[in-house]
């Protein structure tokens, strides 16, 4: 059974903290995203990895910076909270490939629910 | 850039009713993906559809893929309350397919 899990489903922080929002996924895929998502906005990218070290910046970058150091290990970090980050977070992964059919299947994390104070 | 509009945004129903929620496109996809999010969970594909006119179902889901390739259908026959959740419609960006733009969602709710 594929599987996306993320550190933390609630997490509670303070204006101007470091914030780090971990996610792992066994299913050897290439791709990860990480995305948030807020009522009447639906899911925005902020980022994504294609590959170890590699990224991209999604539609939302500002604020946000990622680290991929091993395959199945995409981190997102707030690296000085705001109260415009309060969200919730999704990490989801793919495999990798011009196949459409391939690239659709993202599987999606619980998602963290981030309430910055 | 690209952009999924869906509609409507929400809906209220009787359970037992059938629905019908749509997307749409002023740019050309090559693959419509929906997907369903239930309350406090991630989102999770539902249907994937790859050919225009191409009909698909899933249960008591069925997906249509538009002729024009700009827009997309979803319908539920007989919802229940597990229905109730959020349904986005998707699509892989022209730019990189591995990248998904995802519409706003339809939250459907049902009442008793």
């Known amino acids: 059974d594929v599987k996306v899990t993320q550190s933390s489903r609630y997490l509670v922080k303070r204006t101007g903290e470091k914030v780090f929002l971990e996610c792992v996924q066994d299913?050897?895929?290439?791709?990860m995203f990480w995305y948030r998502q807020d009522p009447g906005l639906g899911l925005r990218l902020i980022y994504f990895?294609?590959?170890?070290?590699?990224?991209e910046k999604g539609d939302i970058p500002e604020g946000y910076s990622v680290s991929r150091e091993k395959k199945e290990r995409f981190s997102l970090i707030l690296e000085s909270a705001s109260t415009n980050q309060t969200s919730m977070y999704l990490c989801?992964?793919?495999?990798?490939?011009?196949?459409?059919?391939?690239?659709?299947?993202?599987?999606f994390g619980p998602g963290t629910r981030l309430l910055v104070l | 850039g690209q952009q999924l509009n869906q509609s409507p945004q929400s809906m209220f129903i009787q359970e037992g009713e059938d629905v019908s929620m749509n997307c749409t496109s002023s740019?050309?996809?090559?693959?419509w993906l929906w997907y369903k999010q239930d309350p406090g969970e991630g989102p999770v594909l539902l249907i994937a559809?790859?050919?225009?006119?191409e009909l698909t179902s899933n249960g008591r889901l069925t997906a249509q893929f538009g002729i024009t390739r700009k827009d997309s259908f979803l319908n539920i026959s007989a919802s229940i309350p597990s229905d109730v959740g959020i349904y986005f419609c998707?699509?892989?960006?022209?730019?990189?397919?591995?990248?998904?733009?995802f519409g706003k969602g339809t939250r459907l709710h049902i009442l008793p």
């Open positions: 989801a992964s793919s495999l990798f490939g011009p196949i459409p059919r391939w690239a659709g299947y993202q599987y």
């Open positions: 299913m050897d895929h290439e791709n």
């Open positions: 990895s294609y590959d170890v070290k590699m990224k």
């Open positions: 740019s050309i996809f090559n693959t």
């Open positions: 559809l790859y050919k225009a006119g």
């Open positions: 998707a699509g892989p960006s022209m730019n990189r397919d591995d990248k998904i733009i």
